[in-house]
């Protein structure tokens, strides 16, 4: 049923787009995106991590957010568990994704290991905005492999530029970080739910970094998504109109007679 389902969603392959032109558009989010690894390396190196656990966490972790998260957490002085947890939490959606994908990739068992690396926002919106299995095939591995090059090879040139400067602070560098996450997450805020979502979660995260050990206000904001989503079911259901009773029926049937 699921095959079917991915089957129904790709449109024949004679009405896809030219390669040429997924090729464009995938390049074009890979160069764009992968030059923020430039900040990630400042960021991280100003935080405290070596040279070697910044290359580390952007070759085997590759998910952007969840490394400005994971290192912003240790920098404020936050515990390894805590700055962990809510790079956790940041990286889960990329399971979600990976569901998608998988169904509409249709790769052969032995490089989903190696598909799974890539699956991350970018990636999934250029290949979800393809019409063709063979667009999305094209639009997924050139936007990932552009990515995944570039991010790694500004992660390096950035942490070493911060090593040879010293003091990020003095810079003014350290805000890079947050600039960068914000600027990821901003495009992604498309409807009222999310930006709802996002909203709720700045209150208790800014509220509470006074109060809370450093990692922790991220993980209390997590809540606003479920609080939100409980929130707006709840109005979703009461704005349903109540079914009838039987005395209702009974009513407008004898009106009717």
């Known amino acids: 049923m699921a095959e079917q389902t991915a089957h129904a969603a790709i449109r024949r392959d004679d ?38 656990q910044t290359c580390a966490l952007s070759l085997l972790v590759f998910t952007g957010a969840s490394q400005f998260a994971l290192v912003g957490a240790l920098a404020a002085g936050g515990s390894p568990f805590t700055a962990a947890a809510g790079a956790f939490f940041l990286g889960v959606r990329n399971a979600f994704y990976g569901l998608r994908l998988s169904q509409l990739l249709a790769l052969p068992r032995a490089v989903r290991p190696l598909a799974a690396q890539w699956v991350i926002d970018e990636t999934t919106a250029v290949a979800l905005a393809q019409p063709t299995r063979r667009s999305i095939r094209i639009g997924f591995t050139v936007t ?8 790694n090879l500004t992660t390096l040139l950035g942490a070493v530029g911060a090593r040879a400067i010293g003091d990020t602070d003095a810079w003014g560098l350290d805000a890079a970080g947050p600039a960068v996450f914000l600027a990821l997450l901003a495009p992604m805020l498309k409807t009222t739910t999310e930006r709802a979502v996002a909203g709720a979660a700045v209150v208790p995260g800014l509220g509470l970094l006074p109060v809370l050990p450093a990692g922790v206000p991220v993980l209390v904001a997590a809540l606003a998504a479920p609080v ?13 109109p109540e079914a009838p009773t039987a005395d209702d029926v009974l009513h407008a049937q004898g ?3």
């Open 228 to 240: 939100v989503l409980w929130a707006g079911g709840r109005r979703h259901r009461g704005n349903r």
């Open 255 to 257: 009106e009717d007679r």
């Open 144 to 151: 990932g492999l552009t990515l995944y090059v570039l991010w």
């Open 15 to 52: 009405g896809g787009k030219p390669d040429a032109a997924v090729v464009r558009d995938a390049l074009g989010v890979g160069v764009a995106v992968g030059l923020s690894g430039f900040a990630f390396g400042v960021t991280s190196a100003g935080s405290g991590l070596s040279l070697l």
